[in-house]
């Protein structure tokens, strides 16, 4: 049935004179099932048997065959600390930056790069959100010039800077309300409707 959908797709790409890079072309089978994950499908795209990829990146975001998301915010946490040791550097420097210019880098520099797909971090484990909550724990400490006994939530509120928790929950809403005001016959209307 798949395979007749693709010859579908290729019918239409070849009406509009479209190319479809069938080399470059892979599946992935989201599934929390290790014997479904383990299946191979037999795929083919103009006669090119289609390669199966555990991880696919979708808008620079890597989806594992579970929607974990593990690798995806592993990486982000690295890409995270790079900047921040970047903000960390250009505080340290001879003519230093005062507490609002490195709240407004953690913002712009930062902060910008975490909250990239923040609806679907939430899904992940919490173990996984722990890792970005750690990032944004250093980085808060380090605007505010608390120690790190202080308390995350007391820099927080020292530098007006809301948690990543309440950024995701935010995230959500804002998504089901989205869906929630589009046409009825909309697949994510449908999915928030059931």
């Avoid at 921040?84 to 340290?92: M, N, P």
């Avoid at 608390?146 to 990543?164: W, Y």
Wanted: aromatic fraction near 6%.
């Amino acid at each position: 049935m798949l395979n007749e959908d693709l010859d579908r797709l290729q019918n239409y790409c070849d009406k509009w004179k479209l190319k479809i890079n069938s080399s470059m072309t892979v599946y992935s089978v989201f599934t929390k099932s290790h014997v479904v994950a383990k299946k191979n499908i037999r795929l083919s795209l103009k006669g090119t048997n289609l390669q199966k990829e555990e991880i696919n990146i979708y808008l620079s975001v890597k989806l594992d065959r579970q929607l974990a998301l593990e690798e995806h915010i592993q990486d982000l946490r690295g890409r995270a600390n790079k900047r921040l040791q970047l903000v960390k550097r250009l505080a340290s420097t001879s003519w230093g930056a005062d507490k609002n210019t490195r709240r407004q880098l953690y913002i712009g520099y930062v902060r910008s790069l975490m909250e990239y797909n923040l609806a679907r971090q939430s899904i992940s484990s919490r173990t996984n959100k722990d890792l970005l909550d750690r990032v944004k724990s250093q980085a808060v400490h380090f605007i505010s010039g608390g120690m790190r006994s202080t308390p995350t939530a007391a820099c927080e509120i020292h530098k007006n800077i809301e948690p990543l928790r309440l950024q995701r929950d935010a995230a959500v809403m804002n998504m089901v309300e989205r869906y929630k005001r589009s046409d009825k016959s909309h697949s994510n209307r449908q999915l928030i409707d059931t």
